[in-house]
């Protein structure tokens, strides 16, 4: 049987209803809570010297820079409005504007900002406020004057005090009011890049006081020009500077085996991760080069892979030439040294001598397992390589016209120069002659005395047999996976050995002993 409730019972009933309805309306309320966060400053405030970034949403954080005077202000927000408040350093309220959020963002243009200004900003939603962030502003670019006693500006009427081929010192001064000079771009004889920070290729820190020195070595002689570009720590930069100064050819250039930019220093050369061409002086207390030849110059657009062999010249000094031979092309290009080592000319396809198809060996260079130049062994400058094919070593000497090579000899018949990588060092400073080479199954390094005759021939019965020489050092091809010399780097009269390890790291050494490590290539 079922009972119907009385009146005032459903009354209470619902009255129960209704108020829990009313104690549920604050839940969702708190659903849609209004929020504001992630504030943020386009282009963001940051260090053009280092390439760090920050919005300095806190009382501590050094404010960055940025370089305009009507930066956009950004959050993330919800709600109908987010308003947004700027003040100066003094506490003063400089600008102040509304947003309606979208898509979960709100953003205003800032205006009424100062160059050099610093600023502390917040923005507010409903009852949520950010915290206060922090920017300052240089819209102004840095100047920047450029001197030199080495090379003074052509329109000074200043005595050069160093020749081409010679390193130079100039000085960059430049000043900035409000966020100080960070960098300085700089090419000489080129154009300047684009694009890129501080840390970008041909760019100098500046000092505190926006000062910096370059060391460059011109290396054509007559009228060259450097051009510099000052970048501030708000990424504003100035008009470059195109300075002119004169470079006066060397009337006695400086001469030694193996040195390629003519300051009488040898020179490792060897590609870059890029397939560019460094130029390391075999002194240097870092792999830094001192020079770079773009990709684009060698053979097929880069020098990566090439086997590059330099020691003597012809026709003109002091700088090696350059000789490069991808392994198995029938081609070897010779690059003629007229540019201090620049090598940035048109090459030369060499012909192999005439004298092979007697001597029975092959027309082309594409047999070449193993290509070094052991310098000037016939009269004159003129280089002399030394090459294993077929497990044999072959002698090209005293090249002619053109470089054509006019006398060739085999140096071994049995096949054995196969398991082993050649290393030329050179002349030391008695004149006797040396080749050095690492059996690759064992690492060990050997060496074998060329001698000189009284004729001025050279004596090359100990090249018959590669297990002849005499050990000197194990380099494993594991941990030395590539070895080479350029001759005497260090100048105590020895020729000495150079190395890229596993890491990536050149070595130079003291002979063959004491390796120096350089640091990483790039």
Same mark, same amino acid.
């Given at each position: 049987?079922? =009972?119907?409730?009385?009146?005032?019972?459903?009354?209470?009933?619902?009255? *129960?209803?209704?108020?829990?309805?009313?104690?549920?309306?604050?839940?969702?309320?708190?659903?849609?809570?209004?929020?504001?966060?992630?504030?943020?400053?386009?282009?963001?405030?940051?260090?053009?010297?280092?390439?760090?970034?920050?919005?300095?949403?806190?009382?501590?954080?050094?404010?960055?820079?940025?370089?305009?005077?009507?930066?956009?202000?950004?959050?993330?927000?919800?709600?109908?409005?987010?308003?947004?408040?700027?003040?100066?350093?003094?506490?003063?309220?400089?600008?102040?504007?509304?947003?309606?959020?979208?898509?979960?963002?709100?953003?205003?243009?800032?205006?009424?900002?100062?160059?050099?200004?610093?600023?502390?900003?917040?923005?507010?939603?409903?009852?949520?406020?950010?915290?206060?962030?922090?920017?300052?502003?240089?819209?102004?670019?840095?100047?920047?004057?450029?001197?030199?006693?080495?090379?003074?500006? $052509?329109?000074?009427?200043?005595?050069?005090?160093?020749?081409?081929?010679?390193?130079?010192?100039?000085?960059?001064?430049?000043?900035?009011?409000?966020?100080?000079?960070?960098?300085?771009?700089?090419?000489?004889?080129?154009?300047?890049?684009?694009?890129?920070?501080?840390?970008?290729?041909?760019?100098?820190?500046?000092?505190?006081?926006?000062?910096?020195?370059?060391?460059?070595?011109?290396?054509?002689?007559?009228?060259?020009?450097?051009?510099?570009?000052?970048?501030?720590?708000?990424?504003?930069?100035?008009?470059?500077?195109?300075?002119?100064?004169?470079?006066?050819?060397?009337?006695?250039?400086?001469?030694?085996?193996?040195?390629?930019?003519?300051?009488?220093?040898?020179?490792?050369?060897?590609?870059?991760?890029?397939?560019?061409?460094?130029?390391?002086?075999?002194?240097?207390?870092?792999?830094?080069?001192?020079?770079?030849?773009?990709?684009?110059?060698?053979?097929?657009?880069?020098?990566?892979?090439? =086997?590059?062999?330099?020691?003597?010249?012809?026709?003109?000094?002091?700088?090696?030439?350059?000789?490069?031979?991808?392994?198995?092309?029938?081609?070897?290009?010779?690059?003629?040294?007229?540019?201090?080592?620049?090598?940035?000319?048109?090459?030369?396809?060499?012909?192999?001598?005439?004298?092979?198809?007697?001597?029975?060996?092959?027309?082309?260079?594409?047999?070449?397992?193993?290509?070094?130049?052991?310098?000037?062994?016939?009269?004159?400058?003129?280089?002399?390589?030394? $090459?294993?094919?077929?497990?044999?070593?072959?002698?090209?000497?005293?090249?002619?016209?053109?470089?054509?090579?006019?006398? *060739?000899?085999?140096?071994?018949?049995?096949?054995?120069?196969?398991?082993?990588?050649?290393?030329?060092?050179?002349?030391?400073?008695?004149?006797?002659?040396?080749?050095?080479?690492?059996? =690759?199954?064992?690492?060990?390094?050997?060496?074998?005395?060329?001698?000189?005759?009284?004729?001025?021939?050279?004596?090359?019965?100990?090249?018959?047999?590669?297990?002849?020489?005499? *050990?000197?050092?194990?380099?494993?091809?594991?941990?030395?996976?590539?070895?080479?010399?350029?001759?005497?780097?260090?100048?105590?009269?020895?020729?000495?050995?150079?190395?890229?390890?596993?890491?990536?790291?050149?070595?130079?050494?003291?002979?063959?002993?004491?390796?120096?490590?350089?640091?990483?290539? =790039?």
């Amino acid at each position: 049987m079922f =009972r119907t409730s009385s009146p005032r019972r459903l009354a209470s009933a619902v009255a *129960v209803v209704f108020a829990a309805g009313l104690l549920a309306a604050p839940a969702a309320s708190a659903a849609a809570e209004v929020k504001v966060s992630d504030p943020a400053v386009l282009p963001g405030p940051g260090f053009f010297a280092t390439g760090a970034h920050t919005d300095a949403c806190d009382a501590t954080t050094v404010p960055g820079w940025i370089s305009t005077a009507t930066p956009q202000l950004t959050v993330h927000a919800t709600g109908d409005r987010a308003r947004f408040t700027i003040k100066d350093s003094g506490g003063r309220k400089v600008f102040a504007a509304a947003a309606t959020p979208a898509a979960g963002a709100a953003a205003v243009a800032a205006t009424g900002l100062v160059d050099g200004g610093t600023y502390s900003w917040f923005a507010r939603s409903g009852g949520q406020q950010t915290a206060d962030c922090h920017f300052r502003v240089d819209t102004t670019a840095p100047s920047l004057t450029v001197a030199s006693t080495d090379f003074p500006s $052509s329109d000074s009427g200043g005595t050069p005090q160093k020749y081409a081929g010679q390193t130079g010192t100039f000085t960059l001064a430049g000043s900035d009011a409000a966020s100080g000079v960070a960098c300085y771009r700089y090419v000489l004889d080129g154009t300047l890049g684009t694009g890129g920070g501080c840390d970008a290729a041909g760019t100098v820190l500046a000092a505190a006081d926006g000062s910096a020195t370059l060391r460059i070595k011109p290396t054509q002689w007559g009228t060259n020009v450097l051009q510099v570009q000052a970048f501030d720590n708000a990424g504003n930069a100035a008009q470059p500077v195109a300075y002119t100064f004169y470079a006066p050819s060397d009337p006695n250039p400086p001469s030694a085996p193996g040195d390629v930019n003519g300051d009488g220093v040898p020179d490792i050369l060897l590609p870059d991760a890029a397939g560019n061409l460094q130029v390391i002086s075999a002194d240097a207390a870092t792999a830094t080069p001192s020079s770079t030849t773009p990709a684009a110059y060698g053979p097929l657009q880069t020098w990566a892979g090439r =086997r590059l062999v330099h020691r003597g010249w012809d026709n003109h000094a002091p700088g090696d030439d350059l000789l490069a031979h991808e392994p198995g092309s029938a081609n070897l290009y010779l690059y003629r040294n007229l540019d201090a080592g620049a090598f940035q000319g048109s090459a030369t396809l060499l012909a192999r001598p005439s004298g092979c198809a007697a001597a029975g060996c092959a027309t082309d260079w594409s047999q070449a397992d193993q290509l070094v130049s052991l310098g000037a062994l016939g009269t004159g400058t003129r280089p002399s390589l030394a $090459s294993v094919e077929g497990g044999d070593l072959w002698l090209f000497t005293n090249p002619g016209i053109m470089y054509r090579y006019n006398t *060739v000899k085999r140096l071994s018949t049995t096949g054995a120069w196969a398991g082993y990588d050649l290393v030329a060092p050179g002349a030391a400073a008695d004149g006797s002659l040396a080749l050095w080479s690492r059996e =690759r199954a064992t690492g060990a390094l050997r060496t074998y005395p060329v001698v000189k005759n009284a004729d001025g021939t050279y004596d090359f019965s100990a090249l018959a047999d590669p297990a002849s020489g005499s *050990v000197v050092a194990t380099l494993p091809v594991a941990d030395y996976p590539t070895l080479g010399s350029s001759g005497d780097g260090n100048g105590d009269g020895r020729p000495d050995l150079y190395a890229v390890n596993a890491a990536g790291h050149l070595l130079t050494f003291d002979g063959v002993t004491a390796p120096k490590d350089l640091g990483a290539l =790039r």
